[in-house]
C-alpha cells in the first residue's frame, strides 16, 4: 500500500468543506491518511478517538458526502480518486470487495453508491432521520471476523471475552464464516452469539449425578427413565449382582 496521501485544492478549498467546523475537517483529513488505496476505512471509531472528534463530526461529513457509509460501518472517501493517483506497481486492491461493488465511478473520479438515487415523487420526510440512526449505529461499532462481517460494540466484545474467555474468538469466527456461507444477515450480533451460546448450553447433555443412599427413594427406581448408573454405589453393593452399570 502506498504510504503518501494527497487531497485536491478543488476538494479542500471548496466553501461546503470550509463550512465545516474545524474538528470536522481534521477527521477528513486524517481518515484520508488512514485509507486503503482505494479509500476505504475500516475502524473510523479508532480514529475518531486518535483526533477527538465526535460523532456529530461523522455525521457532518456523511450528511454533506465527503464521505460514504456502508452498512458493515466501513467507510470511504468519496472524492479518493480525484485527491490521489496510484502507479500500478504501488497499488493494492481493497479487501472491501462487497462495498466496492456497491460503487459507481462517476466521470470527474468521485464514488456514488448505486443505491444511492431515489425515485422520483417518493416523500422523503424521514429520509435525513433514517440514514443518521443507522450512521450512528454503524459507526458506533467496529468489525470483526475473517470476512469483516461481524459488527460488535467495544463494550459487547470486551463481555464476550468475560463471558468466553477460552473460545470468545472462535464465536466470533463460526458467526463470520456462517452470514458468509449462508448469506444470512442479523441485527445484532452481539446478541446472536449469546442466543448461540445458550442453544449450545440447552443440547449438551444433561449428566445426572448418582444420588446419596440416604436421598434415593423406591420411586427413583420404579422410573421408566431409571438406569442403574444412577442408583448410589453404597445401594449397588449391597444389592449384589442385581444391578448392573451395563
Known amino acids: 500500500m502506498a504510504e503518501r496521501r494527497m487531497f485536491a485544492k478543488t476538494i479542500v478549498t471548496s466553501d461546503a468543506f470550509l463550512d465545516m467546523p474545524m474538528s470536522a475537517r481534521c477527521l477528513y483529513f486524517t481518515l484520508g491518511m488512514f485509507a486503503d488505496d482505494d479509500g476505504f476505512v475500516n475502524s473510523p471509531k479508532s480514529i475518531m478517538r486518535q483526533v477527538g472528534a465526535t460523532q456529530d463530526d461523522m455525521q457532518i461529513l ?54 444511492d438515487g431515489i425515485p422520483v415523487g417518493i416523500p422523503m420526510v424521514d429520509h435525513c432521520e433514517t440514514q443518521n440512526s443507522i450512521g450512528k449505529d454503524s459507526i458506533d461499532k467496529n468489525i470483526y471476523g475473517e470476512f469483516k462481517n461481524v459488527k460488535l460494540k467495544e463494550e459487547e466484545f470486551n463481555k464476550l471475552k468475560e463471558k468466553f474467555p477460552k473460545d470468545y474468538k472462535d464465536r466470533i469466527e463460526a458467526l463470520s464464516v456462517y452470514m458468509r456461507s449462508k448469506g444470512k444477515t442479523y441485527k445484532d450480533h452481539y446478541a446472536t452469539i449469546l442466543s448461540w451460546a445458550r442453544k449450545e448450553e440447552r443440547e449438551k447433555p444433561k449428566v ?30 449391597r444389592l449384589g449382582g442385581m444391578f448392573n452399570a451395563g
Open 62 to 115: 456523511i450528511a454533506k458526502k465527503f464521505v460514504l457509509l456502508f452498512d458493515s460501518g466501513v467507510i470511504v472517501i468519496k472524492h479518493w480518486r480525484i485527491n490521489n493517483y496510484l502507479r500500478s506497481d504501488r497499488y493494492k486492491e481493497t479487501t472491501y470487495i462487497e462495498e466496492k461493488a456497491e460503487l459507481t465511478v462517476e466521470d470527474n473520479g468521485s464514488y456514488t453508491k448505486n443505491n
Open 208 to 237: 445426572i449425578e448418582p444420588k446419596k443412599y440416604k436421598e434415593f427413594v423406591k420411586e427413583d427406581y420404579e422410573r421408566e427413565d431409571f438406569k442403574a448408573e444412577q442408583m448410589p454405589q453404597e445401594l449397588r453393593e
